[in-house]
Each structure stands twice: as C-alpha cells, then as structure tokens.
C-alpha cells in the first residue's frame, strides 16, 4: 500500500495565485515525520520543512504554509502568490520506524507544479 | 563546498557493462542511502547503511550492490547494467543523533542512461 499519496500530479496556475498541494499518508506508527522537498528543473532535492506527528500546528514561511491534521492523515502544502520560480516537482515523504529501526523516507510520487507568468 | 556529493553527475553507458556510483560526504554522518527517482514514481529506497559494517537492502535492491569504504563514502555499483535502471540516483545521509526521525540530506543526484 502507497504510504503516501500526492494525489495531484500535475498542477498549472496562473503567477499570483496561491496554489494547495495535496498529500495524504497512511503508517501505524504513533511517532513519525512528515517532509516536504522542492525538486527544480535542475534535479536537486531541497529540503523544505520538517513535521513531527506531535506538533498539529500550522507552519508559515513567507509565502509557504502547511496545514498538518492528523484526523485526516493530510499534509498539505500551500503558496501563495505564486511566483515562476515555484515551477517544481514538489515531493511529501513521511518517515517512520519501519521493521529495522531504520527512518527511511517514504515518498510521494511528486506533484508537478507549473506556474504560468 | 557541498556536503554531499556523487560522481559522476551523469553517465551514458551499454547493456551489460559494469558501473559505479560514488558518493561522498563530510558531514560526519554515520547513516547514508542510496535512491533511484523515476518519472511518475518518486524516490525508492534501494540501500541504506548505519554504519561501516551494517549494509542493509532496501525496496528495490535487486540489480544493485553496495560499498561502505568509510563512513564518508558509499558506493553504488550496477553489476551489469540493463536499460530499466536508466534512473536519476541520488545519495542521502542523516545523523541518528539528531534524533530518531531526522532530516536526510540529499546529493545533487548522478543521471544514468543505460543503451
């Protein structure tokens, strides 16, 4: 079963509209993390923000925010006043125990952001 | 300079042929993996080492074998490579001081095509 879910793979808005992206995770685990990571045209990973399961609390960065609900098992990504340089691949990734005790990372598929000047 | 870094940054090779992915850091890590991205898929965790002397696999480790020469460098070698592992590669480590749930950090990726 996919561990996490970015339902939307592909996105275009408009430069300076705020854009949402969806993920969704599923784990057994009572402790774990939740991740967000940009991923430019150039290929490298940029880490974005870090959650614990324990900090329900919303998060604001500038024009980021996240919107944690464990209810619902979601971790969603907004940016508002979108700008050309958003267009990424945007990955969630959620990292638990797992049966060794290792923290892997487990990733979303992607979703592609595309913003149009 | 980065902290982690894979050579080569990209590589063409042939069915067949023998290949290795380096990877090199200096943050002092003691935990480092190695992924594959492909289009539509995300990153899958092909290898992952806590330590010099503790290798384990992955979900995706057939096809794949690995080093860890020091704690600073973890090799990816393709015994012979086939066109399905045509895949960007990345490198990552974390520091289980940190805490038990921590920040991997991500090589800039090597891009490999198999012919």
């Known amino acids: 079963a996919q561990k996490v879910t970015q339902a939307q793979t592909e996105i275009s808005v408009v430069e300076k509209e705020d854009v949402t992206l969806d993920c969704v995770y599923e784990t057994r685990d009572t402790t774990y993390y939740l991740f967000w990571y940009k991923q430019p045209p150039s290929g490298e990973l940029v880490f974005l923000i870090r959650?614990?399961?324990?900090?329900?609390q919303n998060e604001i960065s500038g024009r980021y925010s996240w919107n944690f609900q464990k209810s619902t098992s979601s971790f969603n990504f907004t940016i508002t006043a979108s700008q050309v340089v958003d267009s990424a691949v945007y990955f969630c990734a959620l990292s638990e125990r797992g049966r060794a005790g290792a923290n892997n990372l487990f990733f979303g598929t992607g979703t592609r952001l595309t913003v149009i000047p | 300079d980065a902290d982690v870094t894979q050579t080569p940054r990209n590589r063409i090779t042939k069915t067949g042929k023998r290949i290795m992915l380096e990877c090199s850091q200096t943050?002092?890590?003691?935990?480092m993996y190695w992924y594959r991205q492909d289009p539509g898929l995300g990153l899958r965790l092909i290898y992952y080492s806590f330590d010099v002397k503790d290798i384990n696999k992955g979900e995706i480790s057939d096809g794949y074998s690995v080093s860890r020469q020091a704690q600073a460098k973890f090799s990816l070698s393709l015994e012979s490579a086939i066109p399905n592992q045509t895949a960007l590669y990345f490198c990552?480590?974390?520091?289980?001081?940190?805490?038990?749930?921590?920040?991997?950090?991500f090589g800039p990726g090597t891009r490999l095509t198999v012919l």
């Open positions: 990552a480590t974390s520091d289980p001081g940190l805490g038990a749930y921590n920040e991997q950090f």
């Open positions: 959650r614990n399961s324990f900090d329900e």
């Open positions: 943050k002092g890590h003691d935990r």
